[in-house]
């Protein structure tokens, strides 16, 4: 279940020092006076000072941009600032007065960065991919995200004891990408330096969230949830927002997605585009049944596993009749860490890689490779 990260206030004061002014306009946006000298004890003596509602408003903002101050969080927040046009915060900024100036300055900018944090905690054993009868252009996404959240505030508010549900969205690249946020209002306590300095306060927190991902060149669609009967409810309700066809995508979950097995046929090879690389960095086996036992683990970090294996004739031969039970492929697209992917392939089904950029790709790639198996074809790539 997400939740916000845990709040350091003195660690988050701690990044403002000689820059107490942007802090203040995060008090006045949030319409709280803030104290003169901001520190701890001072913020401590204004939050204890001031109504509820003032409390439960400033401490809801600062948990969220507590949320963009990980070492992942700065990353999303300067690729969102560059894709958006904005001028991201110098590299010397700390994390927490990064988030702040975003979220003053660059509000809309702040919003996507918590949309792409989102999709960027897909757990991939609670992905399912989902078959359309073909591939369909959104041409009106607010109209769909609009009329999904009406369906889900229905279908998900008593399910999950939640207070709201929002629905925001985006495209990154071909792939329309529909974030669910499920939220429940809880009590929060912070605490300055002892349990007898605490602040509590009711503010709303991720209950739950999920995240779709329509690759409208395919007609697919790509749920993470975390039980099959949620994944139900948002398969029906998109379908139904989207194409006014609650049964557009007619298949149950696929149990099997991923054929890992063709990795050690003799024909494998992993073919990109000019200017891509792949290489597997590591290879899981299970033993032919049978046979003599096999070292199950190839990890070989940052070499060539193909490479490796097709010169060692014998080891190849060795592994005829062995089954794969997970292999990691190392996918560069460009220079920058957005687009180097380490995607991991496990059983049946689980697909799991940083989904913030280039997955409508990453999923072409699978496909080329002949390691992802479907009825709807993907366009070869090479």
Same mark, same amino acid.
């Given at each position: 279940m997400p939740t916000h990260r845990k709040f350091n206030s003195e660690q988050f004061f701690r990044g403002f020092q000689g820059h107490e002014n942007e802090l203040h306009g995060l008090f006045t946006a949030r319409g709280v006076n803030a104290p003169d000298v901001l520190d701890v004890d001072s913020f401590y003596a204004t939050l204890i000072r001031r109504p509820n509602e003032e409390v439960e408003s400033l401490l809801s903002c600062l948990h969220e941009l507590n949320d963009l101050c990980s070492k992942e969080g700065r990353e999303i927040l300067?690729?969102?600032?560059?894709?958006?046009?904005?001028?991201?915060p110098a590299d010397d900024v700390c994390n927490p007065?990064?988030?702040?100036?975003?979220?003053?300055?660059?509000?809309?900018?702040?919003?996507?960065?918590?949309?792409?944090?989102?999709?960027?905690s897909i757990q991939a054993h609670?992905?399912?991919?989902?078959?359309?009868?073909?591939?369909?252009?959104? &041409? #009106?996404?607010?109209?769909?995200?609009?009329?999904? +959240?009406?369906?889900?505030?229905?279908? %998900?508010?008593? /399910?999950?004891?939640?207070d709201r549900v929002e629905v925001r969205h985006y495209f990154d690249g071909d792939v329309f990408v529909m974030v669910v946020f499920c939220e429940r209002t809880a009590e929060v306590h912070l605490e300055f330096g002892s349990r007898s300095r605490r602040v509590t306060a009711r503010v709303r927190r991720p209950a739950d969230q999920h995240v779709l991902l329509f690759y409208q060149a395919t007609g697919w669609l790509e749920i993470e949830g975390a039980r099959a009967k949620e994944r139900a409810i948002l398969r029906r309700a998109f379908a139904e927002a989207a194409f006014d066809d609650e049964e557009f995508f007619p298949d149950s979950e696929d149990s099997h997605l991923l054929n890992?097995?063709?990795?050690?046929?003799?024909?494998?090879?992993?073919?990109?585009?000019?200017?891509? &690389? #792949?290489?597997?960095?590591?290879?899981?086996?299970? +033993?032919?049944?049978?046979?003599?036992? %096999?070292?199950? /683990?190839?990890?070989?970090?940052?070499?060539?596993?193909?490479?490796?294996?097709?010169?060692?004739?014998?080891?190849?031969?060795?592994?005829?009749?062995a089954t794969v039970h997970s292999v990691r492929i190392e996918l560069i697209l460009d220079s920058t860490r957005a687009g180097r992917k380490s995607i991991i392939l496990k059983g049946a089904n689980s697909i799991q890689f940083n989904r913030t950029s280039y997955s409508d790709l990453v999923y072409d790639y699978l496909h080329?490779?002949?390691?992802?198996?479907?009825?709807?074809?993907?366009p070869s790539l090479i």
């Open positions: 300067d690729r969102t600032c560059a894709a958006m046009d904005v001028t991201p007065r990064a988030a702040c100036q975003i979220f003053l300055h660059h509000p809309e900018v702040f919003n996507h960065a918590m949309e792409l944090l989102a999709v960027h609670n992905v399912a991919i989902f078959p359309g009868r073909e591939p369909v252009a959104i &041409t #009106a996404p607010g109209v769909v995200a609009r009329t999904m +959240a009406r369906l889900l505030r229905t279908a %998900l508010l008593k /399910d999950k004891n939640t890992l097995d063709h990795l050690i046929e003799s024909n494998f090879n992993l073919p990109t585009r000019l200017g891509h &690389t #792949a290489r597997i960095t590591g290879l899981k086996l299970n +033993a032919p049944a049978g046979g003599a036992k %096999l070292a199950c /683990d190839f990890t070989l970090g940052r070499r060539d596993l193909v490479g490796v294996l097709e010169s060692r004739q014998m080891l190849r031969g060795a592994l005829m009749g080329t490779w002949g390691l992802m198996q479907h009825g709807v074809a993907s």
